[in-house]
């Protein structure tokens, strides 16, 4: 029964699947003829959802409705005797002892009792709402069709949701009614069943179920003593293994949540080097996100200041390389010096170089920041700002590191090499190679310089950070779930998807330029194919909370993994739909670009990048945050990013629309004023959420622990002994 | 997998596989492009102040927010008569030993493109104010302010280029605003952005997404009038302002002008399509030829004058399309 009911599922899942596919085709043949279209996706989408919805609200329907047909059939059918037996067999104790007093008196009475008929009028009813719900969802399809390009009105689309609003509010409403409806008829069934049972019981039974039943009575009122297992002796704790009991815990502000279990054996020289990695990076990012406030804050008040190193077109790389060569990269490295060895079984072959990596990381980010508010700069490639000699330190910071990991790997005590480390070191190669092909100049007259540019800066977010922070999760998240991962094979098949596809997209961001169409063409196509890493990395790891997932409410890290897995899904594919030439006219050039980025950059990396650090310090510190300030880091950081990022796609899309209409530049920029403004406000909770953070790494790894009074005993007692000798 | 197991067999052929990607799709395609694309012959060279010009527009991040292409898509048209091509990149080269080419096409449009704008905006007095507060001529800017691109002096020499700035924007300083060689380069720089000619009249390529052409015959025949005010905001405004009354001391007022208020609308079409030096002595700087550069039609050209002629409080006669097309014309026979 079950299989099948899930056989029909997937059914279903393949037909919707299908009907969205053949939207999508619908959808670029248009986009040729009506210039319009492009605004209607959001519409369609919205449509499309709805009838998806109430697709599989009739499926739950029907199959309701056949568990009631199959009941009414089994009544009709039954075999009295058996079926009684059933409950006779399940009676309670004093079930048992009303019906054998009752028994005793064994006055008879009779009633007639009827059944069925009247189910073909449910059926009957049931049938005539699945039509008139189908032809509803055809209705809806059919006037988003046809109607075209007058549905790119604001008016129009405004109507349209509200028409859509009470006919949905209709829809739920009538399945309710129809699930009421469901339960009364099943109740109704029940109490026949009753009445019959009653009728059956009101014979008194023969000596044979009599006895049956006194036996039944006897096993069922059978009481445990409570000292079966622990005898008459008084409770002793001989091993020890109960410590720290707490009987007055307070009245606590926030719930508390499962302390991290110590790491025993972690090398005191890792655990410096991995707390600098992360201490270092969390100074970047306190710094990158103050500049990327203030600079967010120059859209509402373009007159903040006047001076030429704070000026908006010098801070804004400040902001960005800050955050990625100083925040993200720093705090990922520093993940990965932990989790290369562990899963390699074998400790760090080169401490030194690991140092020499970090120092010579932090020197890029201070010098080039510094050089970008000078006003030197690589000429204007996004991420590719800082000029040469200071990118170069970066990049042998990354061979030192990479070398330190092949090492340790080819020194590994276990066979396999676990997949974290082909995420980790790829990301490595990846960096340096992609880092090699921007910065060396025989490439890049003209044109070639733009085509470099636009492979590099999104290898530099999908290979080296994404690829990067994908090591780390299949590392840390079954971890701290305390579950394998779900399947090593999607992890593989995700790898080499990613490396296929994901090389391929860079141009995405020039399209409609004078780049070589074809390379416009195989960018988009190669976007397209970015949803098979994405799905097969994110069902992964969904997968793995399977049987787990009870276990987010008691942990601080496992929702920051969740949000970050979240974001990994919708982000990525939002990359996804960007790309298509259709959106790209509306979405192009826009701030829903600066949206996306941070959906991602923040969504999934910086999330991914916060859960390790949570995860990894206390292990090797033996220091935890105060769960309060943690609480308030990751739900700062998530209503600001929805914050920022939502009002400025929505904003953006319609400036976009503003611009296929031909308004005047400068509307769409009085235009944009609000949604700015709410960026600005999503913006400083972020930024808040990033002192509580740097707050919280503070107590986790320099903060003084509460004095314990025995130990502080002790240690008086041990003294005056001392003195006393 | 034995495969799998060898971290060397692994890491080459994930090393080998995205190198191979790598360059089909960014070294190969850079290197056929370089070697494809010569500069279009009628592009004029950048001179040694907008060279330097182009150096403080880098330093200064412009690209942050200026894009400089103009896409083959419809609505990129009022950026540019003409989609840009490869061409127009093909002089750019490495800057110098530090630092990298700059094609600086950008990949944000929070300000308006500049690939043209040396023709659509090439006034130096314009620009120079602009620079210093954009919010002294479009209030409603987001641009960052340039000041430190120049100086106070209370007696300004001779070869000193003098910007009219409003008091309100000197913040209490007295003097005179000075513009620095920086702020001089980065006009240059500006004014010389101009998409050049394609060579012996070659057809450029189509704008790809056509906008639907809204001004579709009435039933009754007639043709809608153009929206005259907003030709007027891109074209007009940023100069002469929303209110009409330009500034003060920079751009003339076309409120109660006489030339606007003409019956005779032949010098007005004039001005508007071949720019205007005539109120140089009350310190207005010369009108650049807004219509020629924009390539505004006769329509367009109407619909604005009409606009001119009917707000603010003016109220002169309406011109027709015909009647602007007929003075084109005969402005055109003058010429020669």
Redesign the interface.
Known sequence: MKRKNRLKLIRGLFLSAGLFSSYALYAQSEAKR???FTDLNGVLLFLFVLVFFLLAGIWYLKIKIREMVKMNRRLKNRNNETDFDKYMKDLSSDQIEAYLKYSKQDDASSAESSNGGNNTALKSGIVFLLLSLSSLGLFAQDRSGGKG?VLGETGIIITIFLLIIPIGAGIVFMIFKVLKLINQKKNQLNLIRAEELAQHLSHSPDADTRRDLIKRKEALDFKLTHSELSGNLPAEDKKGLITSITTDSGLPVVTQKKKAIKRPNVDPRLAKLVLWYIGCATFWLLFGTTVGEYVGI??VA??AD???WL????L??VHTNAVFWGWASLGMLGLAYYVVPRVSNRELVSFKMGWYSLWLINAAVLLGSIS?MA????????Y??Y???IMLLFGIGLVLTLINF?KT??RRTT???YISN?YI??AL??GL??SL?A?I?W??????????QG??MHMGVG?WFMMMTLGLVYYYLPQQLNRPIYSYSLG?LAY?TQ??FY??I??H????????WW?QT??IVGSVGMVIPVVAGSTNFILTFKGGWHKISDSYTLPFYLVGIIFYFTGSLQGTAEAFRSTN?MW????F??AHSHLTMYGIITFFVWAGVYTIIPRLSGKEAPQITVGAHFWFALIGLLFYTVPLMYGSTLKGLM?????????S??FSAPY?LWRAVGGSLMWISHIFFVYNVYKMIGGKAIVDVKEAAFEKLAQTSAGTH | MEFFDNYKKLFSATFLLFVGLTILVAILPAFRNEKNNAPLPNAVPLSEDAVKGKAVYIANGCVACHTQQVRIVDMDKTWGPRPSIAADYADMHRTDFWRNTATLMGTERTGPDLTNIGNRQPSLEWNLVHLYNPRIVVKESVMPAYPWMFTLKTNPGKDDVVVNVPAEYLKGKSGKVVATKQALHLVAYLQSLKQAPLPDGRPAPEFLYKREVKALPAADGTIPALDGAALYAVNCQSCHQANGEGLQGAFPSLKGSKIVLDDNPEAMVDIILHGYNGREKEGFPPMPAIGTDNNLSAEEIAAIMNHERTSWGNSAKEVTPAQIKEIIEALKSDVK
């Open positions: 009506a210039y319009y390009s120059k859209f373009p007159d006047h001076l030429s000026s908006f077109g010098r804004r790389p970008l006003g030197i700069n690589n000429a204007g490639g996004e590719r700002e000029i040469w000699p092949l790997i080819a066979k396999e090499i082909w070191v790829a190669i990846f190679v992609i092909v910065y100049p490439w890049q007259d003209g044109l070639g310089e733009t085509i470099v492979y590099y290979m593989i080499w490396i296929l090389t391929l860079g141009t961001h020039f399209v409609f330029s004078s780049i070589p390379l195989v960018a006219l192009h050039f826009t701030d670009t600066v611009w296929m209409e031909g308004k005047p530049f400068l509307d920029v009085v700015w």
